[in-house]
Every structure is written in C-alpha cells, then in structure tokens.
C-alpha cells in the first residue's frame, strides 16, 4: 500500500492507540498500520518506541497524550503495575469516552478495578484476552475472548479483523479473562509435554528434526507442538514469542484462579518447576521453548553439534 493510499484508508478507518508495544502489542501496531488505520503507540522503552517508528507508527509521548488523540485504546502490557498506571494517566488526561481493549493476562481483580475506574471517569473497558503467539500475532493468528460490552465489541468486529483471524464475544465482563486461563493452562502443559517427547526421542538416538516430522503427522501433534517445537529441534530461544519471565506472571494468576476455585491441576503443576529451572538457569528473557533444555539438562542429554541461542540472565 502506497504512503497515499494508507493515509486516505486512515481516515476511512480512523485512529487507534496502542500502549505497550512489545511482542505483541508491537505486531497490532504494524498489522493495524499496514491495513490502514492511523495507529498511535506508547511504551516505556525508548528502543520501542523508536523501534515502531521507524515502521511509520506515530508515538505518543505517554499514555495521556495517547487517550487525547485516538477514540479507541488497545492495552498490552506485561505486568498488572502497568496497567493500572496506564489507566490513571487516561483518567487524568480529562478526554471525551474512549473504549479500551484490555488484551493482556491479568487477574480478574486487576480488571475489575481498571474497568471501575475507567467507568468512573465515563470511559468502557473491555476485557479481551488474546490467544496465540508473537509469531502468530505477525501473521494475524490470533483469537480474541472478548467481554464486557456486546454492543462495543460488535462495532469493534472491523478494527479486530484487521490484527486478528477471529473475535468471540463471551457475555459478561471477565469472561474473556476466565477462558483464557483454560487455554493457557493447556499451553502449559502441552509446552512443556512437546518438551518432554522430543527429549525422550533425542536419548533415544533419534534425530530432533525427525522427532518433529513424525509427531507433526501423528495422534501426538497439537498446535504448541507445531509452534514451538521448532525452536527445541534447533536448540535455539532467543527470538522469544513469549518470554519465560513473562509467561510465570501468567502462570501464577492461573494457578492462583485454579486454588480460588478448588480445582485440582495436577499436570498444571507438575510444570511449574520446569518453568522455574528454566528462569532460574538465565533463560528468563528467552522463549518458553527453553523448557526443552531445561530437560536436556536433567535427562543429561548434550546433542553433538548444535547452535545454540546465547542464554541472558533473567
């Protein structure tokens, strides 16, 4: 799309903003950008922002100036910290009603009391949770569990459609978080499970890339596997889609939502240990994948010649 043709589609679409533009709220930005809105985005990072940019994203100089220029906020952001501290600056910036998509993992407490503030200060919060990858979120492989707002999320139908391949609205408010936790507790496990088979295999003597072939056509295969599995065949973490530091913030306010409800999570929790080796051990800012070395190393497993992802301390 020529510069002309985004800018005449950008006032056909209109102006969103993005706060947080990490792995994900980064690919929002260019998916929504390329398919011709006006994107306005903030983050902490200076690297992101100047990051975002250079990809023709206008920044913001925090996110009360962000709420001043676009009528529809989307939030992704790593810690419940942020958005509370997000929600303030909305707050105080005094703007005419602005709805605001809140797609991270939070608890439902921290939701709640987002949307009451925003609701005090006559503004809507819904509460959309996001389904996938960062590498999903390139391709637009994303799912979002949308609640709060049914006449909101079906006018948002055209915005959703352009970062994303699907929208299900779930009724009330928190429900969109709610079922997120179920995806997420399979994600756990079914990480962790490819890391398992594929170092089985390896000790074995079979080839990784073989271990993946075979389980892609199999009874075995799930969408985890095909995602991430790659990444354990080479041994490689460092171009993370989720972040181990990150996703133990998600893991606990499963584990927490779970113990509330006094719903036993055994295979849960036989995870938990494997993602807290592999923080401890310097994979924190790599992909969850690392979970596979983490088995490696307890297996006493070392693979001939390989590349491997330089580990950073968490």
Request: charged residues 20%; aromatic residues 6%.
């Amino acid at each position: 799309m020529t510069v002309k043709k985004r800018v005449l589609a950008a006032k056909k679409k209109g102006v969103v903003g993005i706060v947080g533009l990490g792995i994900m709220g980064g690919a929002f930005a260019q998916n929504l950008h390329a398919a011709g809105w006006r994107v306005v985005g903030y983050d902490v990072s200076a690297a992101r922002r100047r990051s975002l940019a250079r990809t023709g994203i206008d920044i913001a100089s925090d996110a009360g100036d962000l709420a001043a220029k676009a009528p529809t906020i989307i939030v992704s952001l790593p810690k419940a910290a942020a958005l509370a501290a997000t929600v303030a600056a909305i707050v105080k910036a005094s703007v005419p009603r602005r709805v605001v998509i809140e797609a991270s993992t939070f608890k439902l407490e921290d939701k709640a009391a987002a949307e009451a503030a925003l609701r005090k200060a006559g503004h809507v919060l819904l509460d959309c949770p996001v389904s996938g990858t960062g590498i999903q979120a390139k391709t637009k492989d994303l799912v979002i569990y949308a609640s709060g707002g049914s006449a909101e999320i079906k006018k948002l139908r055209p915005l959703f459609a352009d970062f994303t391949r699907a929208v299900h609205d779930l009724g009330e408010f928190g429900n969109g978080s709610r079922m997120k936790y179920v995806a997420n507790l399979l994600v756990a496990i079914h990480n962790v499970a490819s890391a398992e088979a594929l170092v089985l295999g390896m000790k074995a003597g079979l080839p990784p890339q073989l271990i993946y072939d075979q389980i892609r056509i199999g009874a075995g295969n799930s969408r985890v596997f095909e995602l991430r599995a790659p990444m354990m065949v080479k041994g490689r973490y460092d171009e993370p889609t989720m972040k181990v530091s990150i996703w133990q913030k998600d893991m606990d306010v499963i584990g927490s939502f779970a113990q509330a409800l006094g719903v036993p999570t055994p295979l849960f929790s036989a995870t938990l240990p494997i993602y807290a080796a592999a923080l401890s051990t310097g994979y924190g800012e790599q992909d969850t994948a690392a979970t596979c070395a983490v088995l490696e190393s307890m297996a006493g497993l070392k693979r001939g010649k390989r590349k491997r992802g330089r580990r950073k301390k968490s």
